[in-house]
């Protein structure tokens, strides 16, 4: 959209293929980028349960979750970068590419440009192929789609803290627009067993009364920014740069985040001899300091018997809506009135001013 010349290749066959990932944003991903309401499905409460499934439920006025139709989301994406002139050669994978002076050629596609930007995941071939940092620690994960599940409150995000079933994690059953999404994670000095959670809610959730749709899995960076993540004319961002909450495993938000800026700093910089990218960056990206102890503390995989006792104690309420939230929790006002007044609310508009809002 600022004139310069953007090529994306894209190791897959088209955008939505392969999903690895559960695409659950947070309100702040949507402040980044406007997504389609017809792609979501939003979700105020998160109900946080102990290894006893004992639970509580947390919430946070004005802030929400979106789960997504992920892959739809994922084709939306490239439509829209696309539509601004971006060219998407799917089907084609980054192997290297060779610095002459102040450009680069990749040589298998007979191409030049002036800047390589890595968003190419977690294990980086531009990281491997100029020398840059590689994400270390990961979280495995594992995921499930099922048809609707009847017995599962979809006013909920379900989360699951058990060092027997997610150690260094959780595991989770999140109400998406079309299906539901069961999955878990584990630090990777564990191997993480889907069937296992499946049943151990099983009288929960009646699983087994609904069809599997799709399975995927994938990992997640776990060990923060990786060092260097940039050298000259090359940067990376997202998953390839490690920037994911290691203690949240969040990612998606600072992706759309930093690669707008990224983004904005690289046209600045080719097209108006503004400074570098790596440099205008250095100055705003997250450290996760506090996150990164967070993590040292969850890989120690806390007692069933610890959790189980704090799950009810007002300290593990405040850092749970903390971490979920990032806010404090509404005193004097439980979820179901929070939920009355935004349905009272919602049926005070039109159908027009509804998709206005």
């Not at 310069?4 to 955008?15: I, N, S």
């Not at 099983?202 to 609904?210: D, G, I, K, Q, T």
């Not at 006002?333 to 935004?342: C, M, P, Y």
């Amino acid at each position: 959209m600022r004139g310069l010349d953007v090529v994306v290749l894209e190791t897959k066959p088209e955008a939505g293929a392969r999903v690895a990932t559960t695409g659950i944003l947070v309100k702040e991903a949507t402040e980044e980028i406007e997504i389609p309401h017809q792609l979501t499905r939003r979700v105020h409460g998160v109900r946080l349960y102990a290894p006893s499934l004992r639970h509580i439920d947390l919430f946070s006025p004005g802030r929400f979750f979106l789960t997504t139709h992920t892959a739809n989301l994922l084709r939306w994406l490239a439509e829209e970068a696309s539509r601004a002139g971006a060219r998407i050669k799917y089907g084609t994978r980054f192997t290297g590419a060779e610095r002459f002076g102040n450009q680069f050629r990749v040589p298998a596609l007979d191409l030049s440009t002036r800047y390589v930007l890595g968003a190419d995941g977690v294990h980086s071939t531009v990281a491997k192929c100029f020398g840059l940092g590689r994400n270390e620690r990961c979280l495995v994960g594992v995921e499930a789609e099922y048809e609707m599940l009847d017995a599962v409150d979809p006013r909920f995000l379900h989360c699951f803290i058990d060092r027997n079933v997610a150690p260094g994690y959780l595991a989770w059953v999140a109400p998406g627009p079309q299906v539901m999404q069961v999955g878990l994670a584990t630090s990777d000095r564990h191997r993480p067993n889907l069937s296992a959670f499946l049943a151990r809610t099983e009288p929960m959730f009646r699983f087994s009364r609904a069809r599997a749709i799709e399975r995927r899995a994938g990992r997640i960076p776990s060990g923060g920014l990786v060092c260097p993540w940039s050298v000259r004319g090359v940067l990376l961002v997202g998953d390839a740069a490690g920037m994911v909450s290691p203690a949240t495993g969040g990612g998606i938000r600072l992706a759309f985040q930093f690669a707008r800026r990224a983004a904005h700093a690289i046209a600045d910089h080719l097209l108006h001899l503004g400074p570098a990218p790596e440099s205008v960056l250095a100055h705003e990206l997250p450290r996760f300091g506090l996150k990164r102890l967070m993590r040292a503390g969850l890989d120690l995989a806390p007692p069933n018997l610890l959790l189980n006792t704090a799950i009810a104690t007002p300290a593990m309420r405040w850092l749970a809506t903390h971490i979920y939230f990032h806010s404090r929790r509404a005193k004097g006002l439980s979820f179901a009135e929070f939920e009355a007044r935004i349905a009272a609310g919602n049926d005070g508009l039109s159908s027009a001013q509804r998709g206005t809002a």
